[in-house]
T-cell receptor
């Protein structure tokens, strides 16, 4: 079965650079979530989109932005990168039905390292 | 605010023994509770959920969890542990008023020794 696809899987950037992460949800899933997991930490919710509109916002820094496109894929844009942004970034998707019961399907994650 | 707590950073069990990974919750309204498993450098995989109904929930890979309202707990259990069960386990609760956003506990590392 198709899963959530994230790219790139690994990314190395310098401080103050920008980075863009992409997420392709499971086909027919209309909701996308972004999570950040620091080393040894639990995943922290950043932001979510439903039908291309922002539906919920968590602890996303102002330096970050995200959007969901017409084909339901999503991109997380991170600017003025800081060392503390080094983390595993997960995308998850769900459809309206499973969203109401909370089952999210996660991608393998994108590991961002800021030097 | 919705939250879950996992009191143990690590749980060690011998293969073939029963295992329990603990989780307690604090919510407003009815709790939507979940367990996810994470293998090293991998994404989170859904194990099971409690929404309503029977307090004993059965999930993937032989895992089950018991919802206990009086103790506000949702412990994960398995009758006989396998070495391959060694991983990081996260308890989660659905955020209040959200479209499905999950709030995770700190995680418990399960180590199963042969």
């Amino acid at each position: 079965a198709a899963g959530v696809i994230q790219s790139p899987r690994h990314l190395i950037k310098e401080k103050r650079e920008t980075a863009t992460l992409k997420c392709y949800p499971i086909p027919r899933h209309d909701t996308v979530y972004w999570y950040q997991q620091g080393p040894g930490q639990d995943p922290q919710f950043l932001i979510s989109f439903y039908e291309k509109m922002q539906s919920d916002k968590g602890s996303i820094p102002d330096r970050f932005s995200a959007q969901q496109f017409s084909d339901y894929h999503s991109e997380l844009n991170m600017s003025s990168l800081e060392l503390g942004d080094s983390a595993l970034y997960f995308c998850a998707s769900s459809n309206r039905g499973s969203a109401n019961t909370g089952e999210l399907f996660f991608g393998e994650g994108s590991r961002l390292t800021v030097l | 605010a919705q939250s879950v707590a996992q009191p143990e950073d690590q749980v060690n069990v011998a293969e073939g023994n029963p295992l329990t990974v603990k989780c307690t919750y604090s919510v407003s309204g009815n709790p939507y509770l979940f367990w996810y498993v994470q293998y090293p450098n991998r994404g989170l995989q859904f194990l099971l959920k409690y929404i309503t109904g029977d307090n004993l929930v059965k999930g993937s890979y032989g895992f089950e969890a018991e919802f206990n309202k009086s103790q506000t707990s949702f412990h994960l259990k398995k009758p006989s542990a396998l070495v391959s069960d060694s991983a990081l386990y996260f308890c989660a609760v659905r955020g209040r008023g959200s479209q499905g956003n999950l709030i995770f506990g700190k995680g418990t590392k399960l180590s199963v020794k042969p």
